[in-house]
């Protein structure tokens, strides 16, 4: 079992669930508004235009099925934390699958609506307990629903970027799981207690070596919002863009966390 379960939190299956559910139909419902000049439209992501990015977001969710879909592993060697870092290494065939399939996907309202029913029934039809075959190893299907909503609440951010005034809305329980995710992931990648990063309203972790303190106001302090914060988990801003944009307040000797980010890309 890897060494992250111990710092592993509980996500409520029902939550989760509807969390997913609930991003994908704001996703899809913005796409169905999407005209072909601005399917066309670039991406901050290398190379996709906004029809590959929603393409992505259909084969993010089609995974649960393909994993299921596969021979239930005999036991758990992975948690949710496990995930960022693993998904570095799918990055080139992540980047071929989605440009494919948004050429051969003319329709993708037609490609998001069996996709949301597709996900919806094979919720209803398996446990959260049941265990998949991910890429990052193998976890109980409850807990690779939230590495969904993190595709999803991360391809959201991405999609408002490319076109100007979509506005896309973000799913709080989506937002508050991936924020709480990168956050605790930050708190694997760097373990200690020297360090406080708040994330209001969703997270506080204690990360980074040194002397740990017990009460009153740490002396390293990280805080930011949640968009913000997981704009630099996953390499959309820079450490010293989001400082110099004031998008994040740091405080102390300890608290430049620009050698510890990006932790997923």
């Known amino acids: 079992m890897s060494p992250a379960k111990k710092r592993t939190r509980s996500y409520d299956p029902a939550r989760i669930r509807a969390a997913v559910l609930g991003q994908l139909g704001h996703v899809h419902l913005a796409v169905r508004r999407l005209t072909p000049e601005q399917l066309a ?42 995930w960022p870092f693993a998904t570095a290494a799918n990055a080139a065939a992540i980047d071929e699958s989605a440009r494919a399939l948004a050429e051969r996907t003319p329709d993708l309202d037609v490609h998001l609506t069996g996709v949301a029913r597709q996900l919806a029934e094979q919720l209803d039809a398996h ?3 049941r265990l998949l075959q991910t890429a990052a190893g193998a976890m109980p299907l409850g807990d690779y629903l939230v590495t969904r909503a993190v595709e999803l609440v991360v391809h959201t951010d991405d999609l408002n970027a490319a076109v100007p005034g979509l506005d896309v809305p973000h799913d709080r329980q989506a937002l508050a799981a991936a924020t709480r995710l990168l956050a605790d992931a930050l708190a694997v990648r760097a373990p200690g207690g020297a360090t406080e990063v708040r994330v209001p309203p969703f997270a506080v972790v204690q990360c980074v070596e040194g002397p740990r303190h017990t009460r009153g ?19 959309r801003l820079t450490w010293a863009d989001a400082v110099a944009g004031a998008k994040v307040s740091a405080s102390g000797e300890r608290a430049d966390l620009a050698s510890l980010l990006p932790l997923m890309s």
């Open 41 to 82: 439209l670039p991406t901050r992501l290398d190379g996709w235009n906004v029809r590959a990015l929603v393409a992505h977001v259909g084969t993010a969710l089609t995974a649960v099925g393909r994993a299921l879909d596969l021979p239930e592993p005999a036991r758990q060697d992975a948690t949710v934390l496990d």
């Open 217 to 235: 106001t740490p002396p390293n302090v990280v805080e930011t919002d949640p968009l913000t914060w997981i704009r630099l988990a996953t390499g």
């Open 127 to 129: 446990p959260g307990d």
